[in-house]
Each structure stands twice: as C-alpha cells, then as structure tokens.
C-alpha cells in the first residue's frame, strides 16, 4: 500500500453523492430547498467527506464491501475476509484513518455511510 501513487488513488466520497441528490431532490419536492441545498452542496465537496482510495477500493466502499467505523477503522463484509486478507496483507488489522484526519464532521459521514449495512460483518 506505501507504494501506491497520488495520481493513482480517487477521491471517493464518504456520504454518497447519489445520496445527496436524493435527499437534494426530495428538499424541493418539500419546499424545503433554501435550508438544504447550501448544505448539500457543500457536503458534495467537503473535505471531511472525501477519503483517497486506489480504484479498486473505491469500488468496494461505493458498494460496502469495506468500510470505516467510527473509530476509523478499517471493516468489510464477512463474505470476502479471505480476499481482504490477501489484498491487504498482516496490516489489514492496522488499517485505519488517521486521527488527525478524522474529525467529528468525519464521524458523522461514516455513520451515515454503514447505516444501511445489515450483512456479517467483520471489525478488527
């Protein structure tokens, strides 16, 4: 993972842009577009709703297969710890977002992210 460069990694949003256009979309079907829209847009382009992945895990998160906790801590679904184990190697128990990185707002982006998941899981 230490060798993977900038220009190779995505910026993957926490709190899912399709997401925030659902929501987007039924604030004006309520009136309520004045209050939301600032802060759905800024969401969209928040720093503390963007983590850098390669794109292969980009693609895992965007579906839940692998996540972060509260803590910042790297899970997945318990259906591929096997592949986890192989992608990742010994540092997949390590694998988390820094502290300084992951603020309150953070926090929040996660829980909103896992708040659907409903498989085995696997938190390290």
């Known amino acids: 993972l230490n060798n993977i460069r900038f220009k190779?990694?995505?910026a993957c949003h926490i709190y899912d842009i399709e997401k925030i256009k659902v929501e987007?979309?039924?604030s004006f079907s309520q009136g309520r577009q004045k209050e939301t829209f600032p802060r759905l847009l800024e969401l969209s382009k928040n720093h503390n709703?963007?983590?850098f992945m390669n794109p292969l895990c980009h693609?895992?998160?965007d579906r839940l297969e692998i996540w972060?906790?509260?803590d910042g801590k790297l899970c997945y679904r318990h259906e591929i710890e096997?592949?986890?184990k192989m992608f990742f190697g010994d540092d997949v128990n390590n694998i988390r977002i820094k502290p300084e990185i992951l603020t309150e707002e953070m926090k929040?982006?996660?829980k909103k992210k896992i708040s659907n998941i409903i498989d085995p899981?696997?938190?390290?």
């Open 24 to 26: 987007l979309r039924e």
């Open 82 to 84: 096997k592949w986890v």
């Open 59 to 61: 693609r895992m998160f």
């Open 121 to 124: 899981i696997i938190q390290n």
């Open 49 to 51: 709703n963007c983590l």
């Open 8 to 10: 190779d990694l995505d």
């Open 108 to 110: 929040d982006n996660l």
């Open 68 to 70: 972060f906790n509260n």
